[in-house]
């Protein structure tokens, strides 16, 4: 993995020796419940192989393995200007990519708007009218009120959704915590163009894409090894380039069996049958909890949304068993809310560099009016660390399943998401974890030039979102209509490109 210090983090289990034995015997037992051992990585990553291989078999598997219509790597000569939409799990940004002549390169203008926390459960009308409303004061801000042609439109959705062409997308389910009724079930695309249409605002939806095709897309611009895209942050989740010939669920569609499909796996829902996860009783309560049980298993013990809650969810247990009673005679109030701590928050305990943990100290008192013993922050210390170690550990599962998947011994991963952008450690215990998974000899793994190598993609889902758009217009000019549902439709909005980029 890129950026590494050679070395695995050290742990403070060293500092754990003079702990009061309730505090240690509850450190041992929450070392045993989130500690997964290379043994059982392997045996999670074998049965992910097969469930991958099962999402491509059948219909409705619980890795839905989705089809995308993104059929072709980019070669680096892609040129023209595209509005790219990207709307994940925090931010919705809008960006204008210009794909320059230059091989691989291109010019980035973006706007960034913070996703209203009430818009993940409010209606559909309010977020497709909120989302309309970004588009439109961007045009507006940088193309004034006259434009009047049709821009043409990445839109990285990213949940899950079944395509049966580009600019298609039925949401299977929402994840991520947006629950927002009545749009489960549908094609998402007719009430987003309404709100446009509703506004005035010339757009041309030219793709629909997911975070993770539009990663590795975005990667793979630059770098002809790149082979999966993979996100680590509010949701986790990867996407692969398969070849149609392997997708017996599209066997029907008799597509040229070596043409490339991009794959959003979707595997944030792997096991969420709850065959091989070594899930903790905290993990169950977060998955009770939720508006969605029994899905997105994978997601709810490695993702950023879910890190910090169960953290919280421990803390809380602690302090109301007896034989350890943590924070005894403290108001616990605002630890009792639920989704009160975020995965920056347990990523500031593992970054406290003092000896005394006196930033995690400060956090707590200043967060939740806390105040810690000395005792109490070598708990909490070392709980941050074994939900993080977990997470990364667990997340190499997945990529290491679709390399196995694959026959793949080496190749690069184009990565982003703010676990694997901002938790301390992330990558070099995910890189330890592939290491022990695929059996690299001893000098190989830990750090860059590991044969499988996961490298950060700088703006990969607009990048890939104006790329996947201007591949799905060019496919279109030769003829390759596979997943294209009205090719005249598209075959405008190629002229439509065409003529705004001649008036640059
Ligand atoms: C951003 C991408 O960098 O990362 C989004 O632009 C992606 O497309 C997001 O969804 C994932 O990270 P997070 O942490 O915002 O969920
Ligand atoms: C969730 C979404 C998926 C997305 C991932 C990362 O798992 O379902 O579509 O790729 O989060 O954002």
Redesign the pocket.
């Known amino acids: 993995m890129v950026g590494l210090g050679p070395k695995t983090p050290r742990s403070r289990r060293g500092s754990l020796t003079d702990l009061p034995q309730s505090l240690s015997s509850q450190i041992e037992r929450l070392e045993e419940l989130f500690t997964v051992s290379g043994e059982k990585l392997k045996e999670i990553t074998n049965h992910f192989v097969s469930e991958l291989e099962k999402g491509l078999r059948e219909e409705n598997s619980t890795i839905p393995m989705n089809a995308t219509w993104c059929m072709e790597f980019p070669d680096g000569n892609e040129t023209g200007t595209f509005l790219a939409l ?6 919705l ?1 809008v960006c204008e990519v210009t794909l320059t002549k230059e091989k691989g390169e291109f010019d980035i203008i973006q706007s960034k708007y913070r996703m209203p926390e009430e818009l993940k459960t409010g209606t559909a009308d309010e977020l497709w009218g909120y989302v309309a409303d970004c588009l439109q004061q961007f045009i507006e801000y940088h193309h004034g009120q006259e434009q009047t042609e049709q821009l043409p439109l990445g839109f ?1 959705f ?1 949940y899950p959704a079944t395509q049966e062409y580009i600019d298609h997308g039925i949401l299977q389910r929402w994840t ?1 915590g947006f629950d927002i009724d009545g749009v489960e079930g549908k094609d998402v695309v007719p009430p987003f163009e309404a709100a446009l249409k509703e506004r005035g605002v010339p757009i041309k939806l030219t793709a629909l894409v997911n ?1 993770t095709t ?2 590795m897309i975005a990667s793979a611009y630059t770098d002809p090894l790149m082979r999966i895209g993979c ?5 986790c989740n990867a996407a692969y380039m398969e070849n149609c010939g392997s997708i017996p669920k599209l066997a029907h569609m008799n597509l040229d069996p070596d043409l490339p499909m991009a794959i959003n796996c979707e595997y944030g829902a792997f096991d969420s049958e709850h065959k091989v996860l070594p899930r903790t009783p905290y993990d169950i309560i977060i998955d009770k909890e939720s508006p969605r049980p029994d899905q997105q298993a994978f997601e709810k013990m490695i ?3 879910y890190l910090g809650e169960i953290f919280r969810l421990v803390l809380l247990d602690l302090h109301q068993k007896p034989e350890c009673g943590i924070f005894k005679g403290q108001d616990v109030s605002k630890l009792k809310k639920a989704y009160s701590l975020d995965s920056g928050f347990l990523a500031a305990i593992e970054e406290d560099p003092f000896e005394n943990l006196s930033e995690t100290q400060d956090l707590f008192q200043n967060t939740l009016s806390i105040a810690c013993t000395k005792p109490e922050l070598e708990l909490i210390r070392r709980l941050a660390e074994l939900i993080g170690t977990r997470a990364a550990r667990l997340s190499a599962c997945g990529v290491a399943a679709i390399c196995k998947k694959k026959g793949w011994t080496t190749c690069h991963v184009g990565a ?6 901002k938790y301390p450690h992330f990558k070099v215990r995910g890189a330890e974890a592939l290491k022990e998974i695929l059996d690299w000899p001893e000098d190989k793994g830990k750090g860059k030039g590991d044969p499988v190598e996961l490298f950060p ?1 700088e ?4 990048v ?1 979102a104006a790329l996947i758009a201007a591949l799905t217009l060019k496919r279109v000019d030769v003829g390759q209509n596979a997943g294209i549902r009205d090719p005249e439709a598209m075959k405008l909005a190629a002229q439509a490109v065409r003529a705004f980029n001649s008036k640059k």
């Open positions: 990207d709307m994940g799990g925090t931010n940004r990285t990213s991520k975070d539009g990663t996100i680590f942050g509010t949701g993702a950023g949304l982003d998401g703010s676990v694997f952008n993609a703006d990969g889902s607009g890939g």
